[in-house]
Every structure is written in structure tokens, then in C-alpha cells.
């Protein structure tokens, strides 16, 4: 009850809903950072996932490149990047692609390259060109596979950018990372309460692109 | 860099004693989240109606970052490595329930017979034939589970320097010392590294009827590689089983 009590009083506070670091502008400049990294992390997932998925080559160096993206500690990096670089949006951002490039990758790779082969042997037979097997055959059959690996990605980026406030980046980091140094619980609790909001709507999002992009046919047989 | 190893005496550790602690924060919480997702996971087996739900569920828990979960935990457990450990525990049933679901059920209905066939009760059967049939894919859960607690642990240097080896970004910072944040990287990440061969030696060792290596075009370090990429593991791996 106890929590409940705080998170009551953050969030019935006037003074935190408007203003430089009010929940308007920190929650705009969380969903920034997400959304540039996630931009980002597809941009370089994406393409290399879908076509070494298409060929069916390259697996190896995937799995080893995800391990490694996976070993390295995203926190730890992003205070390395922060002390070598400076303090800006470019150290923040290393991380959190680097964080999220492994689950598109991998997952884009592993959804392309496990589709059935007798559809795509078939639209092969039709005379298709390989970059309309790829678009029209085997991206609709591995998109919900896809949009988990986007879905794990823009999850573990929405988590770590509220960390990045350590390194004195503004998004709803701030809050907990401020209160937790002026011993203002309610203002951690409450900036807890909107990260954990905010990644459950990212949850929602991806759950509601997946279902309207993903084919009936496929949703049925998935 | 010179004090690489030299660390601030308000550690409390020497190196090796950041890395046990960091060790003990981040490998306690996956074998809780085994020890719990066992049981979870064979009562999603026995009824399949519930492997939704609780899949579901994880995901949702799996979402709340670490951050925050800490944060709300502090109100009940305080600033300890227990407030670290919880979060990382509910973390790891994200993958591993699923990791063994996919594992039981992927026993042959064959070999399910014929243990039955030769008097197996049902705890025997499910302790013999199919957690040693599953080893494979629970490993590989293991793997991505254990990985990403330890990084995570950092994070909970957050909470008053209850991260062990990310406690040592904080002391970069406010002494000054570079050298000792590429500590804590690199440290991190070759424990990581290290633990995810040790848990493939562990499946081999569980796994001696299994073919080893794959003979597939790659030369065998590039095998060994393809082995650490969890996802495609599994698959891979159920292939050979059948």
C-alpha cells in the first residue's frame, strides 16, 4: 500500500505535469530516444537479418555477433561511452543499438530463414526474382516473428534509456535517478510507475501492429 | 593504465571479490527462475490452456525495466542484493519457461510409448526420458538467461552500490578513473562470455548421445559460434534429437 500511497501522490502533484521536468516533456523525450534507437537498431538489423535469412548463409557469424552484443553490459557501456565521448545524445545511443541490434538480427535471420520452402520453391517455379520472394513470400510468413524480435528490442531500449538518465540524459529516467539522490521516494516510484506504463504500452503497440500487418492466413496457421 | 586492479578502498572488494559477488548476484536468480519455471512449465505441458496465459504474463513482467522494478522493491526488501536478485529471477522465466515448454513437448510421442511400455510411472518418465530429452533447449534458455542477468546486475549499482562489478562505473566517475569503468566492461562481458561456454560444456556433458559439433560447411571454431547463438540453437538442436 505503501507504494500505491506515493505513486497517489506523484502523480496528484500539479507541479509535476507541467514545465521543463514536467511528465509531458520528460515522457515526449523518453519516446525520442526510443524511437531514434529502434530507428536505428532496424535500420541495421533489418536488411542483413532478411537477406542472410534469404540465402541462409552467414548463421554462424549472426550467432556469434548476437552473443557477443548480448555479453557486453549495456550499462556498463553507455557510462564508458559517456566518460570517453562526453556527455550527449551519441553516447547514449551506442548502447542502446548496440542492445537492440541482437534480437533483430538474430530473430530476422532465424523467421526468413525457418519459412516453409515449398512456398518459396513455388513463387521460385512462378518466375519470381529474388527480391519479390523475399518481400512477397517469406516477409509476410515471418513477420510475426519479426515484430517479436522489434518488439524485444524497442523493450530492452524503453528499460535502458531510463537508465541513461544516469549519465545525465532528460527522459523519464530523470525522475527516478533524482529522487533516488534527493531521497524523494515518491518522485522514484512515480517515475518507476510511468517507465513500467510506458513499456507496457510499447507491449500494446507492437501487439497491435502485429495485428493488423500479419496476414489472416497466417495468423490463423501461426 | 596504471591501478587497472587498483580499486577504491569504499568497494569493500578486491577484483576477485567484485566478480564472486557479481557472480553469486547474477547466477542465484537463474537458478531460482529454473527451480520455479520447472514446475511452471510442466504444469503447461499438462494443460495446454494455460501456456497462453503464463506466457503472456512473463512477457508483461519481462517489460518492466530494471530500473523501476528495483526501485518498488526497495520499499519491501531495502537497499540489498536482494532487491538485484528478485528482478533478475522473474527475468529469467521470460525465457525459460518457454525454453522448457518447447523442450518437453518436443519428445517424440514414440519414445513417450515406450517408456511407457517398459513400466515407466509418469514422475519417471518425465524425470528419465524427458527432462534429459529437453536438455538441449533448457540449456539454451539457460544460456541467454544467464548472459543477460549478468549484465544486468550492473544496473543495480543504481540502488547504493549494490551492482559488483557495475559498482565500479559509479567509482570511475566520481574519482575520475576511466580505467576502472573498462574494468567493469570488460570484466562483465568475459564473465558472460565464459559463463555461456561454461553451460555449453554442461550440455555436453548431459548431451554425450548427441553429435558433436555440426559437420556443416564451417570450420569448427565457427561451429562452436553457431552453438552460442541460443535462438538458432534450438531449433538446430531439436532437428538432431528427432
Not at chain 1, 512515480?190 to 489472416?216: D, E, H, I
Not at chain 2, 577504491?8 to 547466477?27: F, K, M, N, T
Not at chain 2, 570488460?186 to 550440455?203: H, M, P, Q, S
Request: hydrophobic letters at 55%.
Amino acid at each position: 500500500m505503501n507504494v500505491l500511497h506515493f505513486v497517489n501522490a506523484f502523480f496528484s502533484d500539479s507541479a509535476h505535469w507541467h514545465g521543463y521536468d514536467g511528465i509531458p516533456t520528460r515522457l515526449i523525450q523518453h519516446i525520442r530516444y526510443c524511437l531514434i534507437a529502434l530507428v536505428l537498431a532496424a535500420a541495421i538489423g533489418l536488411p542483413v537479418g532478411l537477406v542472410t535469412g534469404h540465402y541462409g548463409r552467414g548463421g554462424n557469424a549472426l550467432a556469434f555477433i548476437a552473443t557477443a552484443g548480448r555479453a557486453l553490459p549495456s550499462f556498463g557501456l553507455l557510462v564508458l561511452m559517456t566518460i570517453m565521448v562526453g556527455f550527449g545524445l551519441v553516447p547514449v545511443m551506442v548502447p542502446l543499438v548496440v542492445l537492440a541490434v541482437p534480437p533483430i538480427l538474430v530473430t530476422s535471420y532465424e523467421s526468413v530463414r525457418s519459412v516453409d520452402p515449398s512456398p518459396v520453391d513455388a513463387a521460385r517455379g512462378m518466375g519470381m526474382q529474388e527480391s519479390r520472394i523475399l518481400f512477397q513470400v517469406e516477409l509476410p510468413v515471418a513477420l510475426p516473428l519479426i515484430l517479436s524480435g522489434l518488439r524485444s528490442g524497442a523493450i530492452q531500449i524503453v528499460s535502458t534509456a531510463t537508465i541513461a538518465a544516469y549519465v545525465g540524459i532528460g527522459g523519464l529516467g530523470r525522475y527516478v535517478i533524482d529522487g533516488l539522490y534527493q531521497r524523494d521516494y515518491e518522485k522514484v516510484v512515480g517515475g518507476a510507475t510511468l517507465v513500467a506504463a510506458l513499456a507496457l504500452a510499447t507491449l500494446a503497440v507492437f501487439w497491435a501492429v502485429a495485428r493488423c500487418t500479419v496476414s489472416p492466413g497466417v495468423r490463423r496457421s501461426g | 593504465m596504471s591501478g587497472f586492479f587498483d580499486l577504491p578502498s569504499d568497494l569493500q572488494h578486491s577484483w576477485l571479490g567484485l566478480i564472486g559477488l557479481h557472480l553469486r548476484e547474477a547466477l542465484l536468480p537463474v537458478l531460482a527462475g529454473l527451480l520455479v519455471s520447472l514446475p511452471i512449465a510442466q504444469l503447461c505441458v499438462r494443460f495446454r490452456w494455460l501456456y497462453a496465459p503464463v506466457l503472456g504474463l512473463t512477457t508483461v513482467l519481462y517489460a518492466i525495466p530494471s530500473l523501476a522494478f528495483f526501485v518498488v522493491l526497495i520499499d519491501y526488501t531495502g537497499q540489498t542484493e536482494l532487491t538485484v536478485m528478485i528482478p533478475l529471477a522473474v527475468y529469467s522465466l521470460v525465457v525459460l519457461v518457454p525454453a522448457i515448454v518447447d523442450g518437453v513437448r518436443s519428445v517424440p510421442q514414440e519414445t513417450l510409448a515406450a517408456a511407457t511400455a517398459m513400466g515407466f510411472g509418469p514422475v519417471r518418465r518425465y524425470v528419465q526420458v524427458q527432462l534429459p530429452i529437453a536438455v538441449p533447449a533448457i540449456i539454451a534458455g539457460l544460456r541467454v538467461a544467464t548472459v543477460s542477468s549478468i549484465s544486468l546486475v550492473s544496473v543495480g549499482m543504481l540502488i547504493g552500490n549494490q551492482g559488483a562489478l557495475g559498482n565500479l562505473l559509479n567509482d570511475a566517475n566520481i574519482y575520475h578513473r576511466p580505467e576502472l569503468a573498462v574494468n567493469s566492461v570488460v570484466t562483465t562481458a568475459a564473465l558472460a562470455i565464459l559463463a555461456d561456454a561454461a553451460l555449453v560444456l554442461v550440455r555436453r556433458l548431459l548431451t554425450p548421445w548427441m553429435p558433436h559439433g555440426t559437420r556443416r560447411r564451417a570450420p569448427a571454431e565457427a561451429a562452436d559460434a553457431a552453438e552460442a547463438g541460443p535462438e538458432p540453437a534450438v531449433p538446430a538442436l531439436e532437428d538432431t534429437v528427432r
